[in-house]
DNA sequence: CGCTAAGTTGAGAGATGTCAAATATAGTGG
DNA sequence: CCACTATATTTGACATCTCTCAACTTAGCG
């Protein structure tokens, strides 16, 4: 079954090539429970007995070199992905071949539920710098539910989750303005790198201006700028992608200003 | 425990109050089996055994006047609705009290799906105009999905299909002009009508041009604005909130303009 | 019959997009 | 190691779109 991950997706027409490397070594496989993400991940909010039952199975790991492919749009649903380490973006390739990012993973986050409606994946998940996932057979976890009481709220819970953060991220496009848009999104990333253990305050960004602005629907020279006025108004020191957040209050404020 | 869906819902601190009556009467109870909506509704793609076992169970109805709410945000999550007749809102309410429409549901759609990731429902549901609900307990659908195998994954590709309702909306918000945003709208809800035995080309919209507007991220003014455009393009006629699609095929150009 | 809410339309302001140029950075091949 | 190329980022000037504010119309309702 886990074969099935090493096989090349099929490949819908597109004008952005992702290249998706056939592993040459056979997956290293990982347990749950001795994993340093179990209170981020999947596990999160399972019993003992249930983490047990996860536990035996392993999953298999696998690279993802920056730049390449987890999987791509239209691909058959077969796996919900783990992101180990790293950082992904999830992106809509458009009719005309531009892309359209709707949203970034990264360790603990989970990754592909889109995937169930149609039985192939909504949208491709690309890596934004060298990473390493989890891939969890959908199969082995729909079985797992049938015995594991609790197993199918965590995957349904998962579910409800990603819908709420679309929410969230639908109220964002559909009433703020740029610096409210950047404010929130700065705000969520510092929060979920806090999260991980990384600094809260100072961090490196690993999409590029033209991604953030896909993800916040607006354009890259507007992210740019917007970046530009926070340091002005001494928020952010920026550098290209290293951020360091300098009056944290102030951004909430910028960013509840039309939100409060 | 159906008498937990009499109970009047747990009410947040709001600005805009919405009034939840109390069902004067015991509500009557519908199998899914003989429900005209069943093609549309949760029993779609169950097997026979699995409507049966649906089956064994009643869901209450209710119905809700226009105006009325059926949860509202933040009210304990405890039911997944399915709408039998007329049209609801789905909104959130911003921390100044404005709220934001985060969709619009019809016969055979599902709500409420929003609220298992955290046990309370994310939005408020809002009836457009008086409505008939089925009431499903989430309790026993859970108790469903442990014996009937495809209960669960019925649930699931709900919610999956919610996701990427979501996501078609953040591509809409993301990357679209007022015309396409309306254009996409109006072909969405045209589908929908047609799906559901009514005329595909010319119908009532159950919304005000700010819930259109509010959903579609753009001031009423405009919203009606790119009606008078599209009318004055003899793509629309237009009388207040009576629609006529003149020429569907040019309407869904000037929306893949730029999707194309 | 007047009141209120919804919708339409106009004029001007403000925000964001578009196009263009300059600079910086990283990776590549000689 | 260096020059070179491609890419990312910043910034400016201007165009365009949408919002804001305001007036007016229409329809429904007590």
Redesign the interface.
């Given at each position: 079954m886990h074969a099935a991950m090493l096989e090349a997706p099929s490949r819908s027409v597109r004008t952005t090539i992702y290249s998706v490397p056939v592993p040459s070594v056979i997956a290293i496989k990982t347990h749950c429970s001795s994993c340093h993400l179990r209170d981020l991940c999947l596990p999160c909010g399972l019993a003992e007995a249930d983490v047990d039952s996860l536990d035996g199975l392993m999953f298999a790991r696998r690279k993802v070199k920056a730049g390449e492919a987890l999987y791509l749009e239209g691909d058959k649903f077969l796996f919900i992905y783990a992101v180990r380490s790293g950082t992904f973006k999830a992106s809509?390739t458009?009719?005309?071949g531009?892309d359209?990012v709707?949203g970034f993973y990264m360790a603990g986050e989970l990754m592909g539920?889109?995937?169930?409606?149609?039985g192939a994946y909504?949208?491709s998940a690309i890596a934004l710098e060298d990473t390493e996932i989890c891939a969890i057979p959908y199969s082995l976890l729909?079985e797992l539910?049938?015995s594991a009481?609790n197993m199918?709220?965590v995957?349904?819970?998962l579910?409800?989750?990603?819908?709420?953060r679309?929410?969230s991220?639908?109220?964002l496009?559909?009433?703020m303005n740029a610096e409210e848009r950047l404010a929130a999104f700065l705000l969520n990333l510092s929060q979920r790198l806090k999260a991980r253990g990384y600094s809260a305050h100072e961090f490196h960004l690993r999409m590029s201006r033209a991604e953030i602005g896909?993800?916040?629907?607006m354009k890259l020279e507007t992210v740019s700028r917007t970046f530009s006025a926070f340091a002005l108004q001494g928020l952010l020191e920026v550098d290209k992608r290293h951020i360091r957040i300098v009056n944290p209050e102030g951004l909430k404020r910028s960013f509840?200003l039309?939100?409060?």
């Open positions: 809509l458009l009719a005309d531009r359209q709707s539920l889109d995937g169930l409606a149609q909504a949208s729909s539910s049938s009481a199918q709220h995957v349904t819970r579910m409800s989750r990603e819908i709420v679309e929410h991220l639908m109220m496009l559909g009433s896909s993800y916040l629907g509840e039309r939100m409060r």
